[in-house]
């Protein structure tokens, strides 16, 4: 099982212009994976937020950080995007909301604000207790946009947009953000099982657990992973997106129970901003991934 599986999924990616990775298996049983360069090192981009949610939801429960409390989102944060890093104004919300847009919509604002919160070594405890030897996080979306300003040598005030939409093709594709070894990265086989962890109750205590696997269920992006599947199935994910990247991972639950967790990165070959081609063809690749395990369990 897997072998034709394998290469539709790779003639899926092929037709939408990019390179594709992926991961599946399902959680909570034994049994066959579907890989496709499943251990190749991948930009994790927004899917980053991840693990940032489980670290902060092990801070909640533990009874470190009171959900509640009013956190402010001043103008240091303003780096562009959606939610708070969009808003002219300081935004006053509370962690568990942050944590909310964080996951729901990818607010790199708000994701840094929690990110600093709970620290960086909150964030490598996860994992490494989760023994995720190759995902390696550094630092926040503050940090991965200043790379992008050193390696362009731009004002950090710029407007991001603006900087890479005046940046040549070389200099995109030189960039470290683009960089598995020199960037926020991971591999497909490692964020799936990070998925399952969430799902088992491994990650963390179950009630942080749950608290993540809520806010990830809450996600508003329907052009990615969610487009594969029909009505009536749960989905739980997060995408993440730079210059050519487009990602999502999240887990699939069916009425009979059975769950699935699926990690697809990929990399254009265009570099333009809109991709609704290989967008379109993670939505189809987990499809053909989950149904495969289906068909096999």
């Known amino acids: 099982m897997g072998i034709d599986v394998v290469d539709r999924i790779q003639e899926t990616f092929a037709a939408a212009g990019a390179d594709g990775f992926l991961h599946a298996r399902e959680i909570g049983r034994d049994g066959p994976e579907i890989a496709v360069g499943a251990d ?50 300081d935004v006053e919300m509370s ?10 919509m990818s607010d790199n604002a708000a994701t840094d604000v929690v990110f600093h919160r709970v620290g960086q070594p909150a964030v490598d405890r996860v994992l490494e207790d989760l023994q995720l030897s190759r995902t390696q996080i550094l630092g926040c979306c503050e940090d991965l946009f200043a790379t992008i300003y050193t390696d362009l040598g731009v004002d950090p005030d710029d407007d991001v947009d603006d900087v890479l939409d005046a940046a040549s093709p070389e200099q ?14 991971s591999t497909p086989r490692e964020m799936s099982a990070l998925l399952a962890a969430i799902w088992t109750d491994r990650a963390a205590p179950a009630d942080a657990c749950a608290i993540v696997r809520d806010l990830m269920a809450q996600q508003i992006w329907p052009h990615r992973l ?17 210059p050519t990247v487009r990602n ?50």
């Open 172 to 185: 995109i594709r030189g960039l470290a953000a683009l960089d598995p070894a020199r960037t926020t990265s």
């Open 226 to 242: 969610t487009s594969g599947f029909d009505n009536g199935l749960q989905l739980a994910a997060k995408t993440g997106t730079l």
């Open 40 to 89: 190749d090192p991948v930009v994790l981009a927004s899917v980053f937020k991840i693990p940032v949610a489980v670290a902060y939801a092990r801070e909640v429960v533990a009874g470190r950080l009171d959900p509640t409390e009013r956190a402010t989102v001043t103008a240091r944060y303003r780096i562009g995007g959606i939610g708070t890093a969009g808003s002219a104004d």
């Open 248 to 297: 999502e991972a999240g887990v699939v639950t069916y009425p009979d129970g059975r769950q699935f967790a699926v990690a697809v990165f990929t990399r254009a070959h265009s570099l333009d901003g809109r991709q609704p081609a290989v967008d379109a063809s993670i939505g189809s690749t987990a499809r053909l991934a989950v149904d495969a395990l289906r068909d096999a369990g």
């Open 95 to 104: 962690w568990r909301d942050l944590a909310r847009f964080m996951l729901i």
